[in-house]
C-alpha cells in the first residue's frame, strides 16, 4: 500500500460525490454524497499525516474537525429537509426554487 | 501482495462498492444502508493508515449518529417518493463532470508520486496533548459550532404549534372551492 494507492481512492469517492450531488435530486440523497466527499477529504488527511507529516498530528486533527462540522451539518441539514417536507410534502429540490430569482 | 495490501484492496471496493450503490439506488433507506458500508470500510482503511482513534470516531460518529438520523428522519416522513426517487435529467453532465474530475485527478497523483516516510501513527497521548495545546481554540470553536447546529437544529425541527400551522400544506387553501364551508352557520346568516 503506497501513498498514491489511498490518494487515488480518495479522488474516487470524491468523484462519486461529485456525480451524486449533480445527479440526485432528492436533499437527502445530495446530503449523503456531501458525506461522501467529506469522506474522501478525510482519507486523503489521514493518508498524508501517515506517510508525509513528520510529527503524523496534523491530518489526524484535521479530520477531526471535519468529522465534527459534518455531525453539526448533518443535524441542521435533516431539520432543514424536515422543515421542507411538512410545508411543501416533496423533498425534491427541484420544486424547492421559491427564493430562485 | 503483503497482507496489508490485500486488506486495503478489499476495503477500497467496499468503500467505492458503497458509494456507487449510495448514488446509483432509487430507495433512500437503502442509500442510507450502503452509506453505512462505505462508511465504516472507510473506518478500516483509517486503521491500515494507524489512525486507530479516527477509526473508532468513524465508527462511532458515522455509523453510530449520522447513518441512524438520516434514516430517523426518512420515518418520520413517511415520504412514498423516497422508495423511488428519480435522478435528474442532467445525470449525463454529472458523469462527465465527476469521470473528468477523476481523470485530472488521477493523471495529477501518477505525476507526481511524493517521497513518503515509513507508515507510522501518532500516540493517542500525543494526538490529545496536540489538540489541546496547539488546537485548542479551533476546538473550542467547534464545540460552539456544535451547539449552534443543535439548537438550530432543535428550532427548525420542532413541531409547530397551533399558532404555527399557517406554514403547513393546507389542502383546502390550494383548491379554494369550500372555503364557504368554513363558516359557521351564524356567520353565513
Redesign the interface.
Known amino acids: 500500500m503506497e501513498l498514491y494507492h489511498v490518494e487515488l481512492l480518495s479522488a474516487a469517492l470524491f468523484a462519486i460525490g461529485v456525480y451524486g450531488v449533480l445527479a440526485r435530486r432528492n436533499a437527502v440523497m445530495i446530503l449523503m454524497s456531501i458525506e461522501l466527499m467529506l469522506n474522501a477529504v478525510n482519507i486523503n488527511a489521514v493518508a498524508y499525516a501517515a506517510f508525509l507529516d513528520p510529527s503524523r498530528l496534523v491530518g489526524q486533527v484535521i479530520t477531526i474537525f471535519v468529522i465534527t462540522v459534518a455531525a453539526a451539518e448533518v443535524a441542521l441539514a435533516m431539520a432543514i429537509i424536515l422543515r421542507l417536507y411538512r410545508a411543501r410534502a416533496t423533498a425534491n429540490v427541484d420544486e424547492a426554487d421559491s427564493m430562485k430569482w | 501482495m503483503d497482507a ?2 490485500v486488506a ?1 484492496t478489499f476495503l ?1 471496493v467496499m ?2 462498492g458503497g ?2 450503490g ?2 446509483t439506488t432509487r430507495n ?1 433507506a437503502h ?2 444502508l450502503f ?1 453505512l458500508l ?2 465504516v470500510s ?1 473506518a478500516g ?2 486503521i ?4 486507530e ?2 477509526a473508532l ?2 465508527v462511532l ?2 455509523g453510530g ?2 447513518t441512524i ?2 434514516l430517523f ?2 420515518m ?2 413517511r ?1 412514498e ?2 422508495s423511488n ?4 435529467p ?2 449525463a ?3 462527465v ?3 473528468s ?2 481523470g485530472v ?2 493523471g495529477v ?2 505525476n507526481n ?2 517521497d ?2 515509513e ?4 500516540s493517542l497521548e ?2 490529545g496533548t ?2 489541546f495545546t496547539n ?1 485548542v481554540l ?1 476546538f473550542e470553536i ?1 464545540s460552539l ?2 451547539l ?3 439548537i ?3 428550532i ?2 420542532r413541531a ?1 404549534d397551533g399558532q404555527g400551522q399557517g ?3 393546507d389542502p383546502r387553501s390550494l383548491t379554494g372551492t369550500d372555503g364557504a364551508n368554513d363558516q359557521t352557520p351564524e356567520e353565513r346568516s
Open positions: 496489508s495490501a486495503f477500497a468503500v467505492l458509494a456507487i449510495v448514488v433512500v442509500a442510507a452509506l462505505s462508511l472507510v482503511v483509517f491500515l493508515l494507524m489512525a482513534f479516527l470516531v468513524q460518529i458515522y449518529a449520522i438520523v438520516l428522519a426518512l418520520l416522513t415520504a417518493e423516497f426517487v428519480r435522478d435528474n442532467q445525470w453532465v454529472a458523469a463532470a465527476a469521470l474530475f477523476l485527478m488521477a497523483i501518477l508520486k511524493l513518503t516516510q507508515l507510522a501513527g501518532p500525543g494526538l496536540e489538540l488546537w479551533p467547534a459550532v456544535l449552534m447546529a443543535l438550530g437544529a432543535i427548525l425541527a409547530s406554514d403547513t400544506l
